[in-house]
């Protein structure tokens, strides 16, 4: 057992020295919502955007930082229409991964409206894994803020079991905002022998798809604020403290029972 004090929040991510690589998958939303637009305040039609400075992209820049070597990182932007130039293909997080591709969907997004199209979404990720690999433990992260398609809403469940079985992957879900359908997503993370998560702010992004790190992957170990005791897994090989503060310097210590 190890004692944390000191600075605000603090995640602490254990390597452990697992038999199988992570492929992990994001299936990133970029429907129209996640933009808004321009119309005034209570007028018709109007949307808000859910993440307008674009936190998602930095949550997966995160996300990446947390993987191990051996493991790797796809994203697969979707909206009403697959988006196939624009998705990023497994990559070795460590190297250098292109990020101009969702760089530039950002600046063709602002300029229109798309829906959420689940189905289409599950078709290119299965495109992107391939078939099951035995040698290798899959994940799949599905951010959505919003209800999907109503004339694909009766295929989703269908289509996301093909897609499990095809891929062998889990399936986790995040609810951005408070207009997503829960018992969609939480129907499809029990579909995909996964879990439901939600985030009311992008900021909270980053954390969020740390915790699928942790219960999916056993990648991550999380403590609460100021002063914790978390136990570490007897085959992790390291630990490192990642701080997250408003702005300032933290301070703090990792002591051992034994006092080191």
Request: glycine letters at 10%; proline letters at 6%.
């Amino acid at each position: 057992m190890h004692r944390l004090a000191g600075a605000l929040l603090f995640w602490l991510a254990a390597a452990f020295a697992f038999a199988q690589p992570l492929d992990v998958l994001v299936l990133l939303d970029e429907s129209g919502s996640m933009y808004g637009n321009d119309r005034p305040e209570g007028a018709p039609g109007r949307v808000v955007a859910q993440d307008p400075e674009f936190l998602r992209y930095t949550a997966i820049q995160c996300l990446a930082r947390k993987l191990r070597p051996g493991d790797q990182l796809a994203v697969v932007p979707f909206g009403s229409h697959p988006m196939g130039e624009y998705r990023i293909g497994f990559r070795d997080p460590f190297a250098s991964v292109d990020w101009s591709r969702l760089a530039e969907r950002g600046k063709v997004g602002k300029k229109q409206s798309s829906g959420t199209d689940y189905v289409s979404a599950f078709q290119q990720a299965a495109e992107v894994f391939g078939a099951s690999s035995s040698e290798r433990a899959r994940i799949t992260i599905l951010l959505s803020d919003g209800d999907p398609a109503s004339n694909v809403l009766a295929n989703v469940y269908e289509e996301a079991g093909r897609f499990i079985e095809k891929t062998g992957s889990r399936l986790y879900t995040i609810g951005l905002g408070s207009n997503f359908r829960t018992d969609v997503l939480t129907q499809l993370a029990q579909t995909g022998r996964g879990k439901a998560f939600q985030a009311s702010n992008p900021s909270q992004l980053p954390f969020q798809f740390a915790e699928v790190l942790r219960v999916g992957g056993n990648r991550e170990v999380r403590t609460p604020q100021q002063q914790g005791t978390f136990v570490v897994g007897p085959l992790a090989a390291e630990l490192r403290a990642i701080s997250v503060t408003p702005g300032e310097t933290p301070t703090f210590a990792l002591r051992s029972p034994s006092g080191i």
